[in-house]
């Protein structure tokens, strides 16, 4: 569900125009040209690209108001829900029309530093981005061979998102410590039985190349090692599937209609439908949930396992990156320092990225968090030394892996292909990508 470019500056409309999905036209179109910068007497107006939820949208255009009004720049945005923006980006970057300044999703950033799409921001350093307070292991997220291609806007984990309230009238026990895949069917019985059958335990996770990788991890695997090979095998793949399988065939997860419209968004979402208790997500989303289903129907837990590994890290939820065809590159610079420095920033964006890099910020913040992002924060604490490392960052030839992973996905729970054909499939695919 892919949104127009905005322009920022009337809250409200903004918001509204978020919320319903209608169209918004600009003066200059963000992607379209880095040449926009305005007449020489006149502001310098550059490009920046993200995708997220509606929340996230409206909190990202409050705090580009504040740059602006700081810099006297004009800042052209667009937005989209995930599914929509990776194939836009890379159509972009096959043209060269990629945004002043855009996020890539972690699987694609060696594919597009390769492919010369991002600019050595070593000059940069020091200058207009401040790294005083971002710990070098974070700083490390967007740098490649130890030089600086882009910086993470927040780190994260992934959670379990569920509803506490649906648990409790079900007469199930809230997930918790030792909570396991069988735990979820009985949970799935017991809530459809407390429903009359209306409601899964949780949104089917099947599709999402993330989830696959925390079920990785909690089994001591990798997607991708450090020297950029696969970390598991077919088996691994068919595996997950047949787990998948069980918790459809016990109706603990939702029908194939619901699951195949999955994009992150609450439109789509069916915890924020009804049509679930709960749902893996990505965790800087959490305070969506909250306003979309309420605070109390809202807790997070880590997914279950059979390992008593939860299969979770703190990793990057993306790399911003400059374009080298960028005619600002230092104003482009100054946003992404203000996006990850700016004490004010912080204070409008709160977790809706994940937990600040900006060390100072985060403290400043953390005491006055409320609602989702005090739930998100609460988790980290409680988890944090459960936590695995970040992971390797993908090789370059991936960035079309989670699509395809989808559309494996798709086809067994549409009948297409079996278990079996669909992880030996998918598994030629990783092997190709990487090859």
């Known amino acids: 569900m892919a949104q127009a470019p905005m322009r ?13 999905g209608l169209v918004m036209t600009t003066s200059a179109c963000a992607g379209g040209d880095q040449g926009t910068g305005g007449d020489a007497d006149g502001p310098i107006t550059i490009s920046f690209q993200w995708w997220g939820n509606d929340e996230r949208a409206v909190l990202t ?18 937005f989209s829900a995930i599914d929509s923006y990776i194939p836009k980006l890379a159509t972009q970057i096959a043209s060269g029309s990629q945004p002043d300044l855009f996020l890539i999703p972690m699987e694609s950033v060696k594919e597009y530093t390769q492919k010369g799409a991002t600019t050595d921001l070593t000059e940069y350093i020091g200058e207009e981005i401040s790294v005083d307070d971002i710990p070098e292991s974070t700083q490390k997220i967007g740098q490649i061979d130890g030089t600086f291609y882009g910086f993470t806007l927040g780190t994260a984990t992934y959670g379990w998102a569920y509803d506490p309230v649906a648990f409790e009238e079900a007469g199930v026990e809230a997930p918790a410590a030792g909570f396991t895949w069988d735990d979820l069917i009985d949970a799935g019985e017991k809530i459809r039985a407390s429903t009359d059958g209306a409601k899964a335990a949780i949104t089917d996770p099947g599709g999402y190349i993330a989830h696959f990788g925390t079920y990785l991890d909690q089994n001591d695997k990798l997607m991708f090692t450090e020297e950029g090979e696969l970390g598991f095998e077919e088996s691994d793949l068919l595996e997950w599937f ?3 399988e069980e918790l459809r065939d016990s109706g603990a997860s939702t029908d194939p209609q619901t699951t195949s419209t999955l994009d992150q968004s609450m439109q789509n979402s069916g915890f924020a439908l009804g049509k679930s ?54 104003v482009a610079a100054k946003l992404l320092d203000f996006l990850i420095n700016d004490p004010e920033a912080a204070q409008i964006l709160g977790l809706t990225r994940g937990i600040p890099l900006n060390t100072t910020n985060y403290e400043a913040l953390a005491p006055s968090l409320a609602g989702g992002d005090k739930i998100v924060n609460d988790f980290v604490l409680a988890h944090q030394d459960q936590l695995s490392d970040p992971s390797p960052l993908a090789p370059p030839g991936v960035s079309t892996l989670p699509a395809d992973f989808t559309l494996a996905y798709e086809n067994i729970i549409f009948g297409q292909q079996s278990n079996e054909d669909a992880a030996k499939s998918l598994f030629a695919q990783f092997q190709s990508a990487i090859s």
């Open 8 to 20: 920022r500056g009337r809250r409200a409309l903004t918001a509204g125009i978020v919320a319903t």
């Open 277 to 330: 208790a709960g749902e893996f997500i990505a965790a800087s989303i959490t305070g969506a949930f909250v306003d979309t289903i309420g605070e109390e129907h809202v807790a997070l837990a880590p997914m279950p396992t059979d390992t008593g590994k939860i299969g979770l890290g703190m990793a990057g939820t993306n790399v911003a990156a400059i374009s080298p065809k960028s005619e600002h590159p230092e």
């Open 61 to 78: 255009e409050e705090a580009i108001d504040l740059f602006e009004e700081k810099n006297d720049v004009t800042v052209e945005t667009s």
């Open 242 to 244: 047949d787990l998948m």
